[in-house]
């Protein structure tokens, strides 16, 4: 099982950036996902979660109304599209899947995976300059 993050990289305050997470050895169908970032050690923060039937995505209070979680089944991928982008955003941003029969998309985004059977990919960086 391998989850990859790309897209990340160098965006200007006021920029955009769109986040992928594609997937391989799960359908993330069945996956809750979530988007995690993570600044210099710092706890990792949940920023977006989506349940498998996409209903009622999750977002923590600095992203709702400027970023949008989004699934396309055909390619295995969750994507985070990123707008107005502060440099309050600059972060390694990480996704992040569990099956849907043992989590949440709420649950997800205030309690960062770590069982057995979840799964996270390496970290794409984003940095957003003033």
């Known amino acids: 099982v391998q989850l990859v993050e790309s897209g990340g990289g160098l965006a200007q305050s006021g920029g955009s950036l769109r986040l992928s997470c594609a997937a391989s050895?799960?359908?993330?169908?069945?996956?809750?996902i979530g988007w995690f970032r993570q600044y210099r050690g710092v706890e990792r923060e949940g920023v977006s979660c989506v349940n498998s039937a996409d209903d009622d995505p999750i977002y923590s209070d600095s992203a709702r109304g400027r970023f949008t979680i989004s699934r396309d089944s055909a390619k295995n991928t969750v994507y985070l599209q990123m707008n107005n982008l502060r440099p309050e955003d600059t972060a390694e941003y990480f996704c992040a899947a569990e099956p849907s029969f043992i989590t949440s998309a709420r649950y997800m985004c205030s309690n960062p995976p770590n069982g057995g059977m979840s799964y996270w990919g390496t970290g794409t960086p984003v940095t957003v300059s003033s």
């Open positions: 050895g799960i359908n993330l169908d069945q996956y809750v």
